[in-house]
């Protein structure tokens, strides 16, 4: 009879580590989100003020708006696609910085 405790309590305990690690990921991507849109806002700004193309703070402010969605995205649970959401953002961001 104990056997059979000791397993439901393994199995308590994994759900509850599985919750962990969930929480962990949507408050990773959320902050990571928060993060790369406010270096990609800051540059977009300080872009625009020099005598950069209009191309590039174009480029940053978009790559900031796709890791604002990914942000979004990663709070509500779905941190594989704010996972790609984030790589797809700083790669228009830096795209962007090619054109400087």
């Not at 580590?17 to 902050?31: F, H, N, P, V």
């Not at 928060?34 to 800051?42: K, Q």
């Not at 191309?55 to 594989?80: D, E, I, K, N, Q």
């Amino acid at each position: 009879m104990s056997g059979r405790d000791d397993s439901e309590i393994r199995d308590v305990e994994d759900d509850m580590d599985t919750a962990y690690d969930a929480r962990r990921a949507r408050w990773t991507a959320a902050g990571t989100g928060t993060l790369l849109t406010l270096a990609g806002l800051a540059a977009s700004l300080l872009r625009l003020t020099g005598s950069a193309p209009a191309l590039v703070p174009g480029a940053y402010g978009f790559g900031a708006a796709v890791c604002a969605l990914a942000s979004v995205m990663g709070s509500r649970g779905h941190t594989r696609r704010a996972l790609w959401l984030l790589v797809a953002g700083v790669m228009v961001m830096a795209l962007g910085d090619q054109f400087d």
